[in-house]
């Protein structure tokens, strides 16, 4: 084989090879779920997740680097699924109430999914042997989803669009006017899943509620 034909067959292998990658990435993160879910945490090993995706050891490592690493682009796949609604910029006349309750369903979705309160029962089970395991649930996860409805926030104080004197202190309030009493309830097997007409009455009563405490003067 001639040096021109093993160029392209070398650029033909980089294509493929990059063109592969985020499907690569994402059979990883779903393998991954499905380990940490079944195994928990302490007992996933990387050797489980590469064989359940179908991958190397290494090509793992070379995505993601640790287990904790991991454990994270979980949680920020799924901070940034329900995050989607808000708007990277505000306008000049933004419907922030439209905004805030295309997040609020996409929150309660996330948070009360079977897969989501799973993984929640193993970061309560396992961060006291594993403390990083909180460290990093919390700042991939929940401080995400916080600090990005606080940046929002902010720019609506910004823009005199609505009165929001402490942005953190009020996405961390809105938010947890959402988990209230239906994900503690659910968390903790009591009752049946929420309904539609539960999180309809959630989500209208936590946006209105915030939007007439936050109204522009």
Known sequence: MGPQAATARDRHE???EERSAPSKRDAILDAARRVFLEAGYGAASMDAIAREAGVSKQTIYAH???????????????????????????????????ALDGLSRRYLEVLLAPEA????????AESGRFPELAEVFYRSGPRRAADRLAA????????????????????????????????????????EPPTE?????TVAHAVGAFLGAHRAR
């Open 14 to 16: 980089d294509v493929t």
């Open 64 to 98: 993601f680097g640790a287990k904790d690493a991991l454990f994270g682009a979980i949680m920020v796949a799924r901070a940034d699924h329900f995050l989607e609604p808000l708007p990277e910029a505000v306008g000049d006349a933004p419907d922030v109430a439209a």
């Open 117 to 124: 309160v799973a993984r929640f029962r193993v970061v309560m």
């Open 152 to 191: 929002y926030l902010a720019a609506l104080d910004a823009g005199g669009v609505l009165r929001v004197p402490d942005p953190e202190m009020a996405a961390g309030q809105f938010l947890g006017a959402l988990r209230g009493d239906i994900f503690i309830r659910y968390l903790l097997g009591l009752g």
């Open 197 to 201: 007409a539960d999180i309809d009455r």
